[in-house]
């Protein structure tokens, strides 16, 4: 509805049992845009575009899920399995296959010349525990030229030392040789990031003295700066987008290239 003024301040209508039907609101949203000199369209406009997004980013949890409910690419090539949680399913990207996944597969192809196929056995909302339990075990049925593992983000939710030290522990104890580790994303501010940063190096520490390759996306992260926020993360300001997808796959990628190729 439209606003109006009372004793100078900014108002907003509402619904009231005058029999006038409507009455004066005060507005702080309309106090704060005053003060900062913003008009409310355009506010009005991009917190509706942003919660467009943010919808949006929602309701893509379940159609990835699905799209990598099946193995992706060729068959009788290499074969690409990868563990984690909503990162890896790509979570954030405009597809499915733009997340950091899909864009090392396609690396990889064009490197080696060969087919390949991708199995994707991570989850949206894993952590170590789910990886543990529900996706490597699958890894038995299946003989992996190339396995990528990237969990630990939500796992800082409700962090515990002592315990994503042993499960760290736990993890890298079964995966196979070769197999590409990335630490903990970098979470920018607060306790999240202290948390975030020694989780990290504890990731790393271990991922190297069990002879895997150590991914080191914290730090890939962390060089972006501030500026990230606005630039690499979608709408939740929690998953990347296509460039910060962009990025965890380069990171991927660097760290491959330090290894032995397959095939």
């Known amino acids: ?21 409507y009455g004066p609101r005060f507005s ?3 106090v704060v845009l005053n003060l900062v000199g913003w008009p409310a369209g355009p506010v009005a406009f991009a917190l509706l575009l942003w919660g467009f997004r943010l919808a949006r980013l929602h309701r893509s949890v379940s159609r ?16 690409d399995v990868a563990l984690g949680d909503s990162a890896a399913q790509g979570i954030g990207a405009s597809t499915p296959a733009r997340g950091y996944v ?28 789910d990886v543990l339990t529900g996706q490597v075990p699958q890894l038995a049925a299946l003989q992996p030229d190339v396995v990528t593992v990237a969990v630990g983000g939500n796992d ?22 070769g197999t590409l580790v990335a630490d903990v994303p970098y979470f920018m501010h607060g306790h999240w990031e202290r948390d ?12 190297r003295a069990a002879g895997l390759v150590a991914v080191p996306l914290h730090a890939a992260l962390q060089r972006l700066g501030w500026k990230a926020m606005a630039t690499h993360f979608s709408a939740d300001w929690f998953h990347p987008n296509d460039r ?20």
């Not at 509805?1 to 005058?18: A, E, F, I, N, Q």
């Open 1 to 21: 509805m439209p606003g109006t003024h009372v004793g100078g301040r900014p108002t907003t209508l509402r619904k009231t049992s005058d029999p006038r039907g």
């Open 28 to 30: 702080w949203l309309g």
């Open 64 to 79: 990835y899920a699905k799209y990598w409910s099946v193995p992706r690419g060729e068959p009788d090539g290499l074969l």
């Open 102 to 129: 899909g864009l090392l597969a396609d690396r990889l192809r064009s490197r080696t010349g060969q087919p390949l196929q991708v199995v994707n056995l991570s989850r949206s909302g894993a952590t170590l525990k």
């Open 156 to 177: 800082m939710l409700h962090p515990s030392t002592g315990a994503f030290h042993d499960d760290v522990a736990e993890l890298l104890r079964q995966l196979p040789p």
């Open 196 to 207: 975030a940063d020694q989780a990290a190096r504890d990731l790393a520490r271990q991922t």
């Open 244 to 263: 910060g997808h962009r990025v965890w796959a380069d990171t991927f990628w660097a760290a491959y290239e330090g290894s032995p190729a397959p095939g």
